[in-house]
C-alpha cells in the first residue's frame, strides 16, 4: 500500500492537499484529519512530511500497513455523540474532514465544534457528496449516493458556509471538486482502481462529473 501510495502522491497532490499546500509545504504545522482511517495519514507524511498528524475516527482499524505509528495522537471518538471535548480548541493550522459528514446525521453540530479547534487565521476543509449522486445510475464502488448504505445525509454548500460563516470563518472558495490531475490520469487511476485495489472503478469518474462539493475556509483573528 504505502508505495503505491508514494508513486501517487509524491507526484499528484491530492486535491484536499492543493488547497492549502503553497502555504504549508515546507512548514511545521498541527494537522487534524477528522474521519482519518488508517491510510491518510500516509499520505499527508508524503506530501507534509513536516507537519504533526492527529487522527480521528470512530475506531481503530487492523490492516495491514496501517500508519497510526505516524500519528502524533489518535482520537478515538464517535462523531455521532457529538462529543469532542478531548479534542483542544484554538490548537490546530489545518482541520480536514472529508467524505464523513453524510455518514452522520448531525454534521452540522460536528462543523460547528470542529470550527472551535482551529486556531485563528487557520483552515478548515470539509468534502462531501453532491445532491446530483442521487440520480446517477449504480456501478461498482459507490457511484450513486444510495450504493453505499452508511450514506445516510445529503449536505449542501450553502447549509455548511452558512455555518461557517456564523463561527467566524471567511469562506476562501467552494464548488464542485474537479481535479484536472485526476481527469488527465483517468485512464491509469482505472487501471489502479481495477487491477491492484481491486475495489472497483466509480471513482475514477468522480472529478469529471464533479461528483463531491467542498468548502474551503479561513479562521477569522478575533480583534481584542
Known sequence: ????????????????????????????????????????????????????YYGLDITIYDYK????????????????SGNLSEVPDNFFDIIMCTHVLEHITNGLDIVAELTKKVKPNGRLY????????LSLPSIP????FCDDDSHIRI??????ANILLA???????????????????????????RFFYKHGYAGVFYDIIGWAEYVY???RKVEK
Open 155 to 160: 449536505y449542501s454548500i450553502q447549509e455548511i
Open 141 to 144: 464502488a459507490t457511484f450513486n
Open 65 to 80: 500497513g496501517a500508519g497510526y505509528d505516524l500519528m502524533k495522537h489518535f482520537y478515538k471518538i464517535d462523531l455521532l
Open 217 to 219: 475556509s479561513q479562521k
Open 126 to 133: 470539509i468534502e462531501f457528496p453532491s445532491v446530483r449522486t
Open 1 to 52: 500500500m504505502k508505495s503505491k501510495l508514494n508513486i501517487f502522491n509524491k507526484y499528484v497532490i491530492p486535491f484536499r492537499f492543493r488547497k492549502f499546500y503553497k502555504d504549508y509545504k515546507n512548514k511545521e504545522f498541527k494537522l487534524l484529519d477528522a474521519g482519518c482511517g488508517p491510510y491518510n495519514v500516509l499520505k499527508a507524511k508524503i506530501v507534509f512530511p513536516k507537519c504533526d
Open 167 to 193: 463561527k467566524n470563518f471567511k469562506v476562501i472558495r467552494a464548488g464542485k471538486r474537479r481535479d484536472i490531475f485526476r481527469i488527465l490520469l483517468m485512464p491509469v487511476y482505472y487501471v489502479v482502481d
